[in-house]
């Protein structure tokens, strides 16, 4: 699945009227973080497509298991970079194109199909740090900057345009084609001192993080084997990232001076590869495919293959077959949060909900930084209709993770639940305020308001929470003024 055809052809055409800079008259990176862009600018660019990305795009993978791993894996390596304080967030797309890309503000696409063919999780590492990179230098910034006058509208469209063709040359090239925008063809890639820069930074990430160094090189001259093999099918990534033979020596010779230590792969890793299988075509497909693997032994781990059997069938709703593979997968010794996430959930769907919340209890306690977990916990609870319960538990979490918005909206269906519509719609104007919806904001407060259920502090925190995002409403209208 690619980046749909209309969310390609709505970025390009807000991006139409922008006429890019020319290489020679882009801002050094000192200039680029000035006060013309700041780095809080960049951030909330990378906001808007985001919150754009999570709302309308199918192929944004809502997945808490995968999106967990992606950020645990990404947060080890961007604590070992130079992040100017952007702060990372990583997320999958579900597209079976080898791809990843950086946006604005350090939020970073993961396509399912570059999990798939990672073969270990320092080559998934190396090309993670890369875009890393690429953030860090501030390259999308420099791409997207032109002038003083170009506001915070353009720069957005830019941003989209740049990352529509990123992760759908395609559809992007036959969009553009034959239009005034043929200019910003020369900036939807980049260049190859961009390549080259986060060459070097991506390395040094993945030396301090701790990975095998020789993951970055090995990845890339695999794909560079593969074109060589299917010339007119250049993967998305080498479209998007021009690969020279200059730059994959450069990789390899930097690995000798670095001596070899093995470094095993994490079970996660090997788990997240089965579920992304495992979520591919009908269930009975996945089923076939899983079992295939383990009859003909073709598995670097039989756990993982056992994990993504289990969720193949949990797909199929057998649920005694999925607890049996399950069950496989721990008596080979494998322990990891995704596991307990799964057998919780197959004890739930068989009506065990004590046996199911349970398990999400004990697992919570040995894996208590996996939000994967957090949110299986809170949704167990709504679905069991224990809305005072899942109240407590939205608002507990929220005092470790405030900015959390899947926890606001655990938050506003427990209130839903219990018939509170004030303090619902109070819930849910948050949800919109952490995307950058401030006119989706006031509307909820607005409708909280004419609830006409809230108490007396609740209505005051109401009314608090409103003037504050009116006024920031009117200093965003000033903003795209300027």
């Avoid at 970055?216 to 560079?224: C, G, I, K, P, Y």
Wanted: aromatic share 8%; net charge neutral; with cysteine.
């Amino acid at each position: 699945m690619r980046l749909t055809q209309r969310f390609v052809a709505l970025t390009l055409a807000c991006s139409l009227a922008i006429q890019p800079a020319r290489a020679d008259e882009l801002p050094e990176l000192g200039d680029i973080a000035s006060s013309e862009f700041s780095l809080s600018t960049e951030k909330k660019i990378g906001m808007q497509i985001m919150h754009d990305i999570r709302w309308r795009e199918p192929a944004y993978l809502d997945d808490a298991d995968i999106e967990t791993y992606l950020n645990q894996l990404g947060g080890r390596l961007a604590a070992v970079s130079n992040d100017p304080g952007f702060g990372f967030t990583f997320f999958a797309i579900n597209d079976p194109n080898i791809n990843a890309f950086a946006m604005p503000g350090g939020y970073i696409g993961v396509h399912t199909g570059l999990i798939l063919s990672s073969q270990t999780e320092s080559e998934l590492a190396g090309v993670l740090g890369h875009e890393i990179s690429h953030v860090t230098q501030r390259h999308i910034a420099r791409q997207i900057y032109q002038s003083k006058q170009i506001g915070m509208a353009s720069m957005v469209a830019m941003a989209l345009a740049l990352l529509a063709a990123r992760s759908s040359g395609q559809v992007a090239g036959a969009a553009i084609a034959g239009t005034q925008a043929g200019a910003i063809s020369a900036q939807l890639a980049f260049s190859r001192d961009f390549e080259r820069e986060a060459d070097r930074q991506g390395f040094d990430i993945l030396r301090k993080a701790g990975f095998d160094v020789r993951g970055m090189a090995a990845f890339f001259a695999r794909l560079q084997q593969a074109v060589r093999l299917y010339e007119n099918n250049a993967t998305a990534y080498l479209r998007t990232h021009p690969l020279s033979g200059e730059r994959l020596s450069d990789m390899q010779n930097r690995e000798q001076a670095v001596p070899y230590r093995q470094v095993v792969d994490s079970v996660d890793f090997h788990l997240v590869r089965a579920k992304v299988r495992a979520m591919q075509g009908t269930p009975r497909e996945a089923v076939k495919d899983f079992e295939a693997l383990l009859q003909e032994k073709k598995f670097a781990s039989e756990g993982a293959i056992h994990y993504g059997l289990a969720y193949a069938r949990y797909r199929l709703r057998d649920w005694s077959g999925a607890e049996k593979e399950v069950e496989a997968a721990r008596r080979l010794k494998v322990t990891a949060a995704m596991l307990e996430h799964l057998r919780a959930d197959i004890r739930l769907a068989q009506g065990d909900t004590a046996g199911g919340l349970a398990i999400y209890r004990d697992a919570m306690v040995r894996y208590p930084l996996n939000l994967a977990l957090v949110y299986g916990f809170g949704t167990s609870l709504t679905g069991v209709r224990r809305f005072d319960d899942s109240l407590r538990f939205a608002e507990a979490q929220l005092r470790n993770y405030p900015e959390d918005v899947r926890l606001h909206k655990l938050r506003a269906e427990s209130y839903a639940g219990l018939g509170q519509r004030a303090m619902q719609h109070r819930a849910l104007a948050e949800v919109f305020i952490l995307q950058g919806q401030t006119a989706g904001a006031i509307e909820q407060l607005q409708l909280a308001q004419k609830a006409g259920d809230a108490n007396f502090y609740e209505m005051s925190s109401i009314d608090a929470r409103l003037r504050e995002m009116k006024r920031r409403q009117i200093d965003e209208l000033k903003e795209k003024r300027n």
